[in-house]
C-alpha cells in the first residue's frame, strides 16, 4: 500500500509543472510553444531527475526499513522537500523566459452577485452535530459505560469510557473542522474575484468535504445516542460519494478552456507557489503551481485561516 | 441599458484611483448611474480589480467630495442627486487649458479639425 501510495505521489509530482494550465510551466507564465523548446525539455529533466533520486531513496527505506518509522517518514519528507525545491529552482531557471499576462482589468458595475444557495448546504452538517451533542447531554445516563470509537469494516476496535472527552471529543473535532470549511467556503466566495470561473466548483469541494467530516465523525456518536447503527460501510462510502463528484466536477471545470490567466504580476509570486501582493485585496487567487486557489499571503484573512487550521489540528493533538 | 464598465491599467502613468475616479465620473455625469443606485462595496470592488482597499476607497471619498456619492455610516456608496455648481472663472479658464492640450495631441496625431469639434460637440451632447 505504502509503495503504491509512493507511485501515485511521483507521477503526481511528475505531473506538477505542467498542471497550472496550457500557458503555465513551473508556474512561469510562458508562450505558446514553450514546452518544446530545449530550455523547458532541459528544466522538466533536471526537476525529474531531482524528484526521482529521492524517490528510489524512500522506496528502498520503504522496503527494507520497514520496522524503523523515523527513516520511512524522513525519507518520504526528504522526497516532497526536494521535489518543492526543485520546482522553485526551475521556477527561478524559468523566470526570464516569462510573458507577463496584461495587467489591464475590466469590471463592469453589475450589483454583485448573491451568495450560491448551494452555500446554505454547509449548516446541515454542522446542526447534524449539534444536535447529536444535545442529544448525548439529553441522554447521557443512558449511554454505555464503554463504546467503541472507532470502527473498521471489519468490527470494533477501540473502545473508550464514557467521559466528556469521548463522548464529544470527536464532535467537537468534526464541528471544528466543518465550522473552518464552512468559513473557506464563505471566503472563497468573498474573497476571490468575480470573474474567477472557479469559484463555485471550489465551493463546492469544501462543501462536499463539510459533509464528509461531519458524516465520518458524527455517526458513531449518532449511533450511541439513538441506539441506531449506521453500517460502517455506509459512513465510509457515503461521504466519498459527496467528495469524488465534486472533485471530478472541479477537475473537469479547470480543463475546459480557461480564462485568461488571472493578471497577478509575476514578481507577487514567491517560486511560482506563495503569492504574496500588500496591494491586491483578494484572499484567494488562482494558483500557478496547480489545480486551484491558492491565498494571497499579504491579505490579514490568510493568517486567520492558518490560524484556524493550527487550532484544529491542536484539538486533533488534544482530543 | 448595460452596467459601466471599468478599465483600470496598472501600467498607466496615471495612478490608479485617478483612473478609478475618471471612469466612475462619466457614468456619473452621463446618468447612466443615476441617483439611488448602490455602488459596489470597497472590498469587492478592490478584490475585482485587484487593487488595495484603500485605493477604492480614496476614489469614493473624492467621488463623494465633490458631490457624487453619499458615503453616510452603515450604507454602501450610493449615488445622490447632484446641483451642477457653476464653474468659477478659473476653473473654465483650467478646463480650456485641458482642452487645448488634448486638442493639440489630437491634431498632433493627424485628426483634422472638423472631426475633433464633432467628436467634442457628440460627447457633450451625449453627457447632457
Redesign the interface.
Known amino acids: 500500500m505504502n509503495v503504491l501510495l509512493s507511485i501515485v505521489s511521483l507521477l503526481f509530482l511528475f505531473a506538477v509543472p505542467s498542471s497550472g494550465g496550457a500557458n503555465l510551466f513551473f508556474g512561469v507564465p510562458v508562450p505558446p510553444g514553450f514546452r518544446s523548446t530545449e530550455v523547458a525539455r532541459r528544466a522538466l529533466r533536471s526537476y525529474l531527475l531531482l524528484c526521482a533520486i529521492p524517490w528510489v531513496a524512500s522506496l528502498l527505506a520503504l522496503t527494507f526499513l520497514r520496522n524503523l518509522l523515523v527513516f520511512r517518514v524522513a525519507s518520504q519528507l526528504a522526497f516532497v522537500v526536494v521535489a518543492v525545491a526543485g520546482y522553485i529552482v526551475q521556477n527561478r531557471r524559468l523566470k526570464p523566459y516569462a510573458v507577463q499576462p496584461p ?10 452577485e448573491r451568495l450560491p444557495w448551494f452555500t446554505w448546504l454547509g449548516i446541515p452538517p454542522l446542526l447534524w452535530l449539534a444536535g447529536i451533542a444535545l442529544c448525548l447531554r439529553l441522554r447521557w445516563d443512558r449511554l454505555p459505560a464503554r463504546f467503541p470509537v472507532y470502527i473498521p469494516p471489519e468490527g470494533p476496535e477501540q473502545w473508550a469510557d464514557r467521559t466528556a472527552r469521548w463522548v464529544y471529543g470527536g464532535l467537537l473535532l468534526g464541528g471544528e473542522q466543518a465550522a473552518l470549511l464552512f468559513g473557506i467556503v464563505l471566503a472563497v466566495w ?6 474567477e470561473s472557479m469559484r463555485k466548483p471550489a465551493m463546492l469541494v469544501m462543501l462536499a468535504g463539510e459533509w464528509l467530516v461531519a458524516l465520518n465523525l458524527g455517526a458513531i456518536r449518532f449511533s450511541l445516542a439513538t441506539g441506531i447503527a449506521i453500517p460502517s460501510l455506509a459512513v465510509q462510502l457515503v461521504p466519498l460519494l459527496l467528495v469524488i463528484p465534486a472533485v471530478v466536477y472541479f477537475s473537469v471545470a479547470f480543463y475546459k478552456p480557461r480564462d485568461p490567466l488571472d ?3 509575476g514578481e507577487c509570486w514567491k517560486g511560482g507557489i506563495v503569492y504574496y ?7 484567494f487567487v488562482r494558483r500557478r503551481d496547480a489545480i486551484g486557489f491558492t491565498f494571497n499571503l499579504a491579505n490579514r484573512w490568510s493568517w486567520a485561516i492558518f490560524g484556524g487550521s493550527l487550532a484544529v489540528l491542536a484539538s486533533m493533538l488534544v482530543v | 441599458m448595460a452596467a459601466p464598465v471599468l478599465r483600470i491599467d496598472p501600467a498607466s502613468p496615471a495612478p490608479i484611483v485617478r483612473q478609478i475616479v475618471d471612469q466612475l465620473r462619466v457614468p456619473l455625469v452621463e446618468g447612466s448611474l443615476r441617483p439611488g443606485t448602490v455602488l459596489p462595496p470597497v472590498r469587492r470592488l478592490a478584490t475585482d480589480l485587484a487593487v488595495h482597499f484603500n485605493t477604492v476607497a480614496e476614489a469614493y471619498r473624492q467621488l463623494a467630495s465633490e458631490g457624487w456619492l453619499d458615503l453616510r455610516q452603515g450604507r454602501g456608496a450610493t449615488v445622490v442627486e447632484r446641483e451642477a455648481p457653476a464653474p468659477s472663472r478659473r476653473e473654465l479658464s483650467g478646463y480650456r487649458q485641458r482642452l487645448r492640450e488634448l486638442v493639440s495631441q489630437m491634431r498632433a496625431h493627424g485628426v483634422p479639425s472638423s472631426r475633433i469639434a464633432a467628436e467634442l460637440k457628440a460627447i457633450a451632447e451625449g453627457i447632457e
Open positions: 495587467l489591464v482589468r475590466e469590471l463592469d458595475l453589475s450589483p454583485p468573498y474573497g476571490s474575484r468575480r470573474s493578471p497577478t504580476p501582493n500588500p496591494n491586491d485585496a483578494a484572499l
